[in-house]
């Protein structure tokens, strides 16, 4: 697996709604998109390619599947969120989740496209609506945001040559 020579990851940016922040981050794997998807599609993966992560739970572990419980931990900004969410619609290469809590709202999709036999590209979208003083640290965080998000993208990559170099995949 390899980041193609001279790419980094794609990003549709951090866009600007008010108290929203969307957050997209593309970046081409060379390994076929079903063990992609098997490392990209299961959360308990993340804690191990998501800087901000410092705690992760499944409910059920394994792989996506609606109704999957999710509650991360992270790290940002100098504040911990402890953000409950839920797998609302899976495919063989795609599922999106949904959740937040009373400071923000979220919600996302990880989705893998194919991009011949042995490469593939993987997108991912977050949705990020903040209220109350969150909101009016939402302009202040999105920079940061967008440079986390573009790391850990890039990050992936290399995390899933090992997941499959040691047997994870189909």
Not at 2 to 14: K, R
Not at 84 to 90: A, E, L, N, Q, R
Not at 99 to 112: C, I, K, P, Q
Not at 142 to 156: E, I
Request: aromatic fraction near 6%; charged fraction near 20%.
């Amino acid at each position: 697996m390899t980041i193609s020579p001279g790419t980094t990851p794609e990003l549709g940016g951090a866009v600007d709604l008010g108290g929203t922040t969307v957050l997209t981050s593309t970046v081409r794997i060379d390994h076929p998109a079903p063990d992609v998807a098997a490392y990209v599609l299961d959360w308990g993966h993340d804690a191990e390619w998501r800087s901000a992560v410092v705690g992760f739970t499944c409910q059920p572990p394994g792989p996506a599947a609606v109704g999957q419980r999710l509650e991360e931990e992270l790290r940002f900004a100098g504040m911990t969120f402890r953000t409950p969410s839920v797998i609302t619609h899976v495919t063989a290469l795609s599922a999106a989740w949904a959740g937040g809590t009373d400071r923000v709202r979220a919600h996302g999709e990880r989705s893998v496209r194919p991009l011949g036999e042995r490469s593939c590209e993987v997108e991912l979208t977050t949705t990020l609506s903040f209220a109350g003083a969150m909101r009016l640290l939402a302009p202040v965080l999105r920079p940061s945001y967008r440079r986390a998000d573009a790391a850990d993208a890039a990050g992936l990559a290399a995390h899933v040559d090992r997941f499959v170099a040691n047997g994870g995949g189909r």
